[in-house]
């Protein structure tokens, strides 16, 4: 079973700005479609961006201007980069492909994230005021 690694989370001001990288662990390749989310302490997890190797491009709503996710398919790394950072955006990111069939519908992935079969053990990221 594939397994991806997120890596870059830390601890950062408001209005500060993080990038984080995600990578398959001995595997040679990004999935299709792989996505972020993020679980606040007390909260659901939520899904905050998407990427397809179509080129779809999905983020949450209260991350859009704010949040840019790329992949490099040469490099094998998935990212996400996070700009004007808030306190509300506290919490432990995660990293999610899907590298086995059935695969997902990936458009929707933020909202029905069941599909995707490879999830990393999360970075922390901390805003504070």
């Known amino acids: 079973q594939v397994q991806v690694m997120e890596s870059g989370g830390g601890s950062v001001e408001a209005g500060g700005a993080v990038t984080l990288s995600c990578a398959p662990k001995?595997?040679?390749?990004?999935?299709?479609?792989m996505a972020w989310f993020r679980q606040a302490p007390g909260k659901e997890r939520e899904g905050v961006a998407l990427?397809?190797?179509?080129?779809?491009?999905r983020y949450k709503e209260s991350v859009k201007g704010r949040f840019t996710v790329s992949r490099d398919d040469a490099k094998i790394t998935f990212y996400l980069q996070m700009t004007n950072l808030t306190p509300e955006d506290t919490g432990m990111y995660f990293c999610?492909?899907?590298?086995?069939?059935?695969?997902?519908?990936?458009?929707?992935?933020?909202?029905?994230?069941?599909?995707?079969?490879?999830w990393g053990r999360g970075t922390q990221v901390t805003v504070s005021s």
């Open positions: 999610a492909a899907d590298f086995y069939p059935p695969y997902a519908n990936c458009a929707n992935v933020l909202q029905s994230p069941i599909a995707l079969d490879a």
């Open positions: 990427s397809d190797s179509d080129g779809t491009i």
């Open positions: 001995d595997y040679a390749r990004l999935s299709g479609c």
